[in-house]
């Protein structure tokens, strides 16, 4: 039973086997002894042992912390450094650690096929090295975690001809269960193995992506400076010294890479170089105080790119994929993506002083289709970048090719290698998971550069937005490979411009070949058209502006976070950031405004009708059109048309009041609406309806008004003349003896005239007047005219012409 259990390799001495037989000979009389007597009961016995000891295998854990060098050559020393841990319930003792060369791996799905099973106790390892090449530890106490160092010169390990071999870092001992000794467990990982250097390099293009998720808001200060607001403060966090975009930037500045670049991510981290806000709840937000580190992380990015490449996406970095597949069919979203890529040059120039390259498009993964490629050509990019497990290679070639394929249009397909562009994904924030994706980088590098002796261009394009600790794995991988001796380093243009292999397959797949697991994570339809709704409020708004870039740039690139590929698996948030930059900028467009008006009352044929327009903006607005329409024009118009307009134009924070002349022809109520057009005839804002009440006074009304005048003033005419008339007949029925009378009541001149006429009329053949009567007459009629006498009631009218101004009866 001992010797079964020996893993192959161990050599137990004679006497140790000795004893292990006699111990299981006296173990095993008594048993056979309770076996002829309780065979039922021996069964159970023996299928609790059986279990107990399958339970205990592969019970202790091994981690493989370290290992160097990565790279080992002819006279190093390799040292592997990690942690056992008993997750078992009883003790291992006489346990120790020991390194296993198993042979070499000649493809690289084989390496793929060692790394799943990295920790299984089942595999050809070749034996220990043994000797004084180990660790022990004479007690394994459970769930306690010793660590182990062995160091062991490379010759003792007995490689043979260049490749990569794996490296097996196993535990062996005994419990109290399993008296002997057996494999407990086993870490594997690899050992590449080129101590000289080789026929021909690998040229490789690592890409070292700077890229986060959206942390601008649409919203601006009022101020001059237009005081940017953030979304929280998770930028600061990134930036500070051992942050995630920190450990990029102070890895990558050591390295020999292409630095591929968010233009939204610099000008973030230059906002935040001056005044800038944070939001808080509701309304609220809070003054940014990490000026100073976004200075300094500005500085150092500005010299790490220095001589270096760089390239950059469009501003930020939008969904090309999701752009493709839902949102074609919106009007307007490819002119996003237009906008995007023109200001991605100008920002990063600006902000870095260097100039970058704009040729490049990345769909996300490097999975492509023929739309995705279309949308990502569509901008001005001529290069796209893939990876080999979308554009598969189906030609049966026996090496990876290289990288630039050409798959027609002008259009050039950079394919990266899937196996090293996912090496570092996952969680390696553990010391063994780093290690292990080092060096099975590092496998699958020299296994690629050992297929051929033909020279060729591999770009590795790792996923965007890495961990520190996943950024750190990477760090250590590249300086690795850059000083080995089975790559050189090239940049990204460079390994476009390589001569494709003509083997290499160029046809991409179909739009149905597309991973079903990123389809899933694309904005959705629905997202472009909100998108499509803001930008054409914007387009609606800005043309009013006396200073447009004060909107046009911040929600411009609003617009351009809102598809950005970041958004991927956060479909609640993305849907949030569209909804909050929508209900700003209608806010904002709000500002300007109709006053409303309450029912207005028109007395009389004609009047002016107010209408107000308030500019809450900090900035003037012109370019407005107010129309003012009647919804009944047969009683209320205006100069004989339904509507009237007038171009306006208001002062920031200022209103102006706006007066139209209307007619009314009819009495009653007429609503009438006030609306703001653009002068080239689109709405502007919500439209203000009021009642207008019309109290005129019509024609028939003035007729009958005027006939009731006429017969008053001809009533007191006929009232005065009979007067007058009986007073002339009681002056001449008087006559002589009434003449003192007469005379003191000092008739007037009319009465006298009167009077002589009747008497000239009564004896016209009269030889004589009486002296008295003539005295009387000549006496009234020459008498100056006394202060009680009445005034003529209408002057003699004048025949000359009316004055200027003055009114002239007819």
Known sequence: MAEAADFPGTSPSPARRWLRRTGVLLAGAPLLAGLLQLPAASADAAEQISAKAASDTGTVAVSVDSLSPQTPADGD???????????????????????????VLTTRSSIDDLAGHADDLSGNDGPEVGGKYVAEFSKLTPGVAEHFSISVPVDELDLGGDGVYPLGVSLSGETSAQPWEQLLGIQRTFLPWQPDQADTATKTTVLWPLVSTVHMTAETGSNAQQTPVFLNDDLAKEISPGGRLDQLLSLGKELDVTWVIDPDLLASVDAMTGSYRIRGDGDTTTAGTHQTVAKQW???????????????????????????????GVTGSLSQLKAATDVAATTVETILHVTPSTDFAWPVEGAVDPSIVKVATSAGADQVIARNDSLKETGGLSYTPSAARPIGGGTTAVVADARLSKAFQGDLTKASASTLAVQAFLAQSLALNMQTDKQRSIVVAPQRMPTA????????AVTALEGGTWSQSQQLTAAAKAKPDSGATTKVPSR?????????????????EQIAATQDKLDNFKVILTDESRVVTPFGRAVNREMSTSWRGRATAASTFREDVRTYLVSLADQVKLIDKSETKLSGRSATIPVTVQNNLVQGVD???????????????????????QSIAVSGGHSTTVKFTTSANVNGKTTLTAQLFTEDGQAYGAPVNFD???????????????????????????????????????AEEEGPDDETDETADGPTVENAEHAGHAERTADPGGSQECPEEESVARSGADDPEQPSDETPDTAAESTDPSGTGERVDR
């Open 77 to 103: 020393t390799l040292t592997v450094s990690g942690t056992v841990t008993n997750e078992g319930k009883q003790a291992v003792t006489d346990a120790h650690v020991g390194l296993r060369v198993g042979s």
């Open 469 to 476: 600790s996943q950024a750190q794995a990477m760090a250590a």
């Open 512 to 528: 149905s070949a597309y991973p079903s697991s990123l389809r899933k994570q694309e904005l959705p339809r629905s997202a472009f």
């Open 692 to 730: 207008v009440k019309v109290t005129e006074i019509t024609a028939a009304v003035m007729l009958v008004i005027g006939g009731g005048v006429l017969l008053l003033v001809l009533a007191g005419f006929r009232m005065y003349t009979q007067r007058k008339r009986a007073a002339a007949r009681a």
């Open 623 to 645: 370019h407005l059109v107010l129309r003012i329409t009647s919804t009944n024009p047969t009683r209320l118009e205006f100069d004989d048309k339904s509507y009237i307009q």
């Open 298 to 328: 500005l500085a150092e990015l500005q010299q790490a790119v220095l001589d270096k490449e760089v390239v950059a996406l469009p501003f930020g970095d939008p969904d090309l994929a999701s752009l493709a597949h839902n949102g074609t």
